[in-house]
């Protein structure tokens, strides 16, 4: 799974999906659902008051990758039915998350957000597994792009993972914010 970490502040996540929403992708909400279809972003001016709400995590298709509509799966908690989007059932579809910035302690830790996408993805009407394709990887690469270019490049305390540090991010790292684990430490 092709994965993008980085840390952003929400103004930012807004940027990146009004250019997503300009640019031709269409923005769907990633949740629970009340009935079995979808929800998309039908104006660019909705986002930031989605963002507002509380909307934190969107799947993003565009005519030239996506091929499939992606599959609502049926779920029952207490009694109360919804329907939640499955980016790996149709699709293909980029996904984004985004996660404010939270306290523990005296300290405000910056959670990592993420940009990713399936490589294999189940086919709707035979469910066999296939390729995500070339198409989503070129669009996918298209997206992050002006993020690597923008953002700083950082380690993770083991050394095995990377995330990119934006502007916005490091102005809070300035404020006295910290990276959330594994990038820096909460305190014991």
Sequence with gaps: MAEFDCFVTAD?????LEWAFANGFRLSLNK???????????QKKA??????SGQRT?????????????RLRRI???????????AKEGGPAIETYFWEPYWRGDTRFIACSLLT????????????????????????EQLI??????????????????????????????????LAPPFGDHPT
């Excluded at 629970?32 to 039908?42: K, M, T």
């Excluded at 996408?117 to 996918?140: F, H, L, M, R, S």
């Design 12 to 16: 930012e996540y807004a940027e990146l």
């Design 32 to 42: 629970n659902l009340p009935e079995p279809q979808g929800e998309y972003v039908v």
């Design 47 to 52: 986002i930031r008051g989605l963002l507002k």
């Design 58 to 70: 969107f799947l993003l298709e565009r005519d030239d990758f996506s091929r499939y509509p992606i």
């Design 76 to 86: 029952t908690r207490d009694g109360v039915e919804r329907w939640y989007p499955r």
């Design 117 to 140: 996408y399936q490589p294999k993805i189940d086919n709707p009407t035979t469910g066999e597994q296939e390729p995500a394709g070339e198409a989503v990887k070129t669009a996918y």
């Design 145 to 178: 792009a002006p993020l690597r270019k923008s953002c700083r490049r950082t380690r993770s305390k083991s050394k095995n993972r990377s995330a990119y540090v934006s502007s916005g991010t490091e102005t809070l790292l300035a404020r006295g914010c910290k």
